[in-house]
C-alpha cells in the first residue's frame, strides 16, 4: 500500500499554504471500526458503523475491506445481488476484483482504480477475485463506500463508471509531505474524475512521518477520515487517531450543535510509523447532507418503508435485473 505514488510529490500540483486566518475544523468524535465479515466471508472493518446518521449524511456505509494476505484457494467475493437507492464505490488498493451487473457494465479493477456504479431504481450485480486470484492468493485490500440518492433521484437509470488509476488526480501539499489522489469531488481548485450525482469528495492521502495536511473543504460539507494504517492526529485540536479509527469533524450543514463552518481540516502524521507502511495512510470523504429520511434495510436504501417493501416486491418478481448469459 498503496498502488498510486510518485517518487517526488514536489512535481505534483500543489495545495495552497494554509492561512492563519482560516479556520481549522475541530474534531466531534473519533470511533474505532468494528470488525465483520461481508459477501462470502471476507473480512471487512466497518469505517462508519458506530455514528449517529446525522453525522453521516449522504454516505450509508463504508468497509475497509482486508487488509488481508489470502492464501491460495482463500480469495473471496460475493455472489450477485441488487441494490436500488443509491450508489456504491469501490476502491481497490491492493489486489484484484471482477465486477460485472445486469445493466452491462462492469471489468477488472486493482492496484488504485476505482469502480463507481449508480443502483438508481435497480440492478443485480457481483464483485469477485478473478479465478486465477483464487487459485493463487495474494494481498486484498480496498474499501466500498455507499453514497445516498435524494428521493427525486432514487429511482433514475443504473450507471457504471470505470475510474482507472492513471485518471485519479495527484496532489501534493504546499511541502510536499503528503500525497493526495483525488477520486471525486473538489479539493480547492482540483477536481477528481469520479461523477457524483450526490455532491460528495472522495480522495485518500499518504502522509509522510512528521508531515501535517490541511485540505481546503467546502463550508456546507460534512467531512470524515478514516485511517487505513498508521497514527497521528486529526483536526485543530489533533486529536490522537490510528488504524481502525475514524475522525468526524464539526462544523457542517448548519446542523444545530456542530460548530460554526470551518474551512480547512487537518491532518498530521506521527513522527514514527509502523514498519509495515510507513506513512500514515487516510481515507478522508464529506458531502453535502441530503436531510431526507433514510429507510434502510439489507441492499436498498430509500426514504420509507413503503419504498423498501417495493424494493423487495420488485426483485422478487425480478424487475431489477436479469443476470447476463455467461454469468449465471
Not at 467531512?223 to 483536526?235: K, N
Request: aromatic share 8%; glycine share 14%.
Amino acid at each position: 500500500m498503496p498502488a498510486v505514488t510518485v517518487e517526488n510529490p514536489l512535481t505534483l500540483p500543489r495545495l495552497p499554504q494554509p492561512l492563519n486566518a482560516v479556520r481549522e475544523r475541530q474534531v466531534l468524535a473519533i470511533t474505532t471500526a468494528p470488525s465483520g465479515f461481508e459477501g462470502e466471508g471476507f473480512p471487512v472493518r466497518k469505517a462508519l458503523a458506530t455514528i449517529k446518521p446525522q453525522y453521516l449524511d449522504p454516505f450509508i456505509m463504508m468497509d475497509q475491506m482486508g487488509e488481508v494476505d489470502y492464501a491460495p484457494g482463500e480469495p473471496k467475493g460475493t455472489p450477485w445481488h441488487p441494490h436500488r437507492g443509491f450508489e456504491t464505490v469501490t476502491y481497490m488498493i491492493d489486489g484484484v476484483m471482477e465486477h460485472a451487473d445486469s445493466h452491462g457494465g462492469g471489468g477488472t479493477i486493482s492496484d488504485g482504480d476505482t469502480q463507481w456504479m449508480t443502483a438508481g431504481g435497480g440492478i443485480l450485480h457481483k464483485e469477485a477475485p478473478p479465478e486465477w486470484l483464487v487459485a493463487k492468493g495474494g494481498l486484498f485490500h480496498g474499501i466500498q463506500l455507499w453514497v445516498n440518492l435524494p428521493g427525486r433521484e432514487k429511482m433514475v437509470a443504473p450507471k457504471y463508471q470505470d475510474i482507472g488509476r492513471t485518471n485519479v488526480v495527484l496532489l501534493s501539499s504546499h511541502d510536499g509531505g503528503a500525497l493526495v489522489r483525488l477520486i471525486a469531488g473538489e479539493v480547492g481548485e482540483f477536481t477528481g474524475p469520479g461523477s457524483t450525482r450526490t455532491p460528495i469528495t472522495l480522495l485518500h492521502a499518504s502522509l509522510s512521518p512528521g508531515s501535517r495536511l490541511t485540505l481546503p473543504w467546502r463550508k456546507d460539507f460534512n467531512a470524515l477520515a478514516y485511517v487505513l494504517s498508521g497514527h497521528g492526529t486529526a483536526g485543530g485540536d489533533r486529536q490522537p487517531i490510528e488504524s481502525g479509527q475514524l475522525a468526524v469533524f464539526d462544523g457542517f450543514g448548519g446542523l444545530p450543535g456542530l460548530g460554526t463552518d470551518g474551512e480547512t481540516i487537518t491532518l498530521s502524521a506521527a513522527g514514527n510509523q509502523e514498519s509495515r507502511s510507513p506513512n500514515m495512510e487516510v481515507i478522508v470523504l464529506g458531502g453535502r447532507p441530503i436531510g431526507e429520511p433514510v429507510a434502510h434495510y439489507g441492499p436498498f436504501v430509500m426514504n420509507t418503508q413503503a419504498e423498501l417493501a417495493k424494493a423487495f416486491e420488485d426483485y422478487q418478481a425480478g424487475r431489477l435485473g436479469t443476470i447476463p448469459a455467461g454469468h449465471a
